[in-house]
């Protein structure tokens, strides 16, 4: 037997399913606290390596600016 409650847990799960940041869920499921959102999110063992992986491999590339000693024309110390 369906009921409004099934259909939230069930949209709640797709979103999760389709890789739906946790808060955008946590909205459309208006739960007050994310952790309430994060017991509908069903991640098997395998997806969750692959997505920790994904990230991780993510984070390696975003490095950020190298700093530089180079003075500009017109400021600093001449």
Known sequence: MWSPHKFKHTGVSVMGEHNAPL??????ARHAHVSTTA?????????????AAAFYAAMATKRPPAATTE????????
């Open 23 to 28: 808060t955008l869920i946590q909205g459309q």
């Open 39 to 51: 017991r509908y999110i069903h991640v098997d063992e395998d997806t969750h390596a692959e997505k």
């Open 71 to 78: 003075q500009k024309p017109g400021f600093g110390p001449n």
